[in-house]
């Protein structure tokens, strides 16, 4: 049966490659000079940024709902997987329709404290804040699973040993999490490099955006198909890498113990969780929510 799903999954891969069969020289030369070093320096960039915006994210707030005890835990334990159900898309034309110069927060800024100049939201920045803010729950999702695992035990071998919590966190804690955060990782990143919404709002040329063009603009199914060959050599060089990176780590598993043990934060500490989770929460869900629905009853 394996085999059979993976023959199944592997048939549009082998048909996107078989495009090379027919190579058209002039279009591909054009996409060689003119298209192809863009997108690599894009994409490259795109990734790199999702990677870390969405690690920083993902790990942070899945150790502290797995880990900690601070007000609104339980509620941010679910909530903080809301995001997921916004597409991409449409939380990248929120924040334009927010932050842009012509939008209200800038039009705001300038005409009651005349501030001018802020960062332009339709960046590079731009897109890697909005995919951060999108697919982190990937992230979060199993790398919380982990953390509740075997998080409190590693943490508490660690601090046998003479580390410090936040030593026991980088040292042990995250290593024993790495197969899952990454497995999280790669699941943010197909989808980062498959999406077209959110590049196409931005005009940020990707893979993605460059297959619709070669396909509708210059009328070529063989070179999106071609460019398409690029993006799963993309995907699969990424995927060896990680997997060769950690070929000589061994994981074990120590039990569910998290929840008995969480870690008691200080009154300051324990506000500036329910602050940090807050404001992820809101930012990435709530914001986004509530403008949308604004703008229906304008609309209606």
Known sequence: FALALAALVLVPVAVTFSSFARVEGDILAHLAEFVLPELVGNTLWLVAGVALGVSVLGVSLAWLTAMCDFPGRRLFDWALLLPLALPAYVTAFVAIGLLDFTGPLQTWLRENWGLTGLPEIRSRGGVIGVMSLALYPYVYLIARNAFA????????????????????????????????????????????????????????????????????????????????????????????????????????????????????????????????????????????????????????
């Not at 804690?173 to 990454?182: C, E, F, S, T, V």
């Not at 063009?213 to 995927?239: E, G, H, N, R």
């Not at 969480?262 to 404001?279: T, V």
């Open 149 to 300: 695992t075997q998080g409190a035990i590693a943490l508490e071998a660690a601090q046998s040993l003479g580390l410090s919590r936040t030593q026991g966190f980088f040292r042990v804690a995250l290593p024993m999490a790495r197969p899952w955060i990454a497995a999280g990782l790669m699941l943010a990143l197909m989808e980062t490099l498959a999406d077209f919404g959110t590049m196409a709002i931005f005009n940020y040329d990707t893979f993605t955006t460059a297959i619709y063009k070669a396909w509708y603009s210059l009328f070529s199914l063989a070179a999106a198909a071609q460019l398409a060959s690029i993006l799963i050599l993309f995907v699969l060089v990424a995927v060896v890498f990680e997997q060769r990176s950690r070929t000589q780590m061994r994981y074990g598993a120590v039990g569910r113990s998290a929840a008995s043990r969480r870690i008691r934060l200080s009154p300051a500490m324990a506000g500036l969780a329910f602050l940090y989770a807050g404001s992820v929460l809101a930012i990435a869900f709530l914001i986004p929510v509530t403008q949308l629905a604004l703008w229906t009853r304008e609309v209606i």
